[in-house]
């Protein structure tokens, strides 16, 4: 998986409550990339940064929130889970922005209850 | 797995035989594209990659056909194996729009021994 770790693989939550997950590499690149899989989606872009402290919002990113204070580790966070948010989460990293491939983490499985 | 959706589409093929899958993309402004394959519990994996200004571009029992003008994608594996069972997706980039990579819902291969 590229040198790219999340944490934690699998949980489960209560509505209402906040949730971060944590994505590290030890890659140094420069772009990291939040997303989430459902079934009869394709793959869709919550947030990503281009640098410490530098993100910016994808297409699905409304109750959730990014921090990225170190190169390696890129925090997402979903200020109050609701069941919509139970999905696959999956962390990427890029070398470069233009036209450049994505390395994939493990993924985390979260439910929301 | 989590990558499988309820309506999937799937190709069925025997050991030994070569894959074809599809993807039509959604936008000609496009200039970079990617096939990734997910096996069941694990994140994406890049296989191969293609420029705009390119049609054919051939990997390790791999090859990318790109058709610009009725926005076509095809990836050939040739003498599928088993461990080829997977989903593999597209994805493209817009050209100017950065790394923010825009996914299909993907094609489940199913190798049959």
């Known amino acids: 998986d590229a040198g790219i770790t999340q944490s934690p693989r699998h949980k489960v939550t209560e509505t209402g409550t906040p949730v971060t997950l944590r994505c590290h590499q030890t890659e140094n690149h420069r772009y990291m990339y939040w997303y989430r899989q459902d079934p009869g989606h394709g793959l869709r872009l919550i947030h990503y940064s281009y640098g410490v402290k530098d993100t910016d919002k994808g297409e699905v990113s409304d109750g959730y929130s990014v921090s990225r204070s170190k190169t390696e580790d890129f925090l997402l966070t979903l200020e109050s889970a609701t069941s919509s948010q139970t999905s696959v989460y999956f962390c990427?990293?890029?070398?470069?922005?233009?036209?450049?491939?994505?390395?994939f983490g493990p993924g985390t499985r979260l439910t929301v209850t | 797995g989590e990558n499988v959706g309820l309506h999937l589409p799937t190709l069925s093929v025997q050991e030994g035989d070569n894959s074809i899958i599809n993807c039509a993309y959604s936008?000609?402004?496009?200039?970079?594209f990617i096939w990734y394959k997910q096996e069941s519990g694990k994140g994406p994996q890049f296989i191969i990659d293609?420029?705009?200004?390119?049609d054919k571009r051939q990997g390790q029992r791999v090859t990318v056909l790109l058709n610009k003008t009725v926005k076509h994608l095809s990836l050939q594996i040739a003498a599928t194996q088993p461990g080829d069972s997977a989903v593999y997706f597209c994805?493209?980039?817009?050209?100017?729009?950065?790394?923010?990579?825009?996914f299909g819902t993907g094609t489940q291969l199913k190798v049959e021994l």
């Open positions: 994805a493209e980039n817009l050209r100017g729009g950065g790394n923010k990579l825009t």
């Open positions: 990427a990293i890029s070398e470069s922005l233009m036209e450049a491939e994505q390395y």
């Open positions: 293609i420029r705009s200004n390119m």
């Open positions: 936008n000609s402004a496009s200039d970079y």
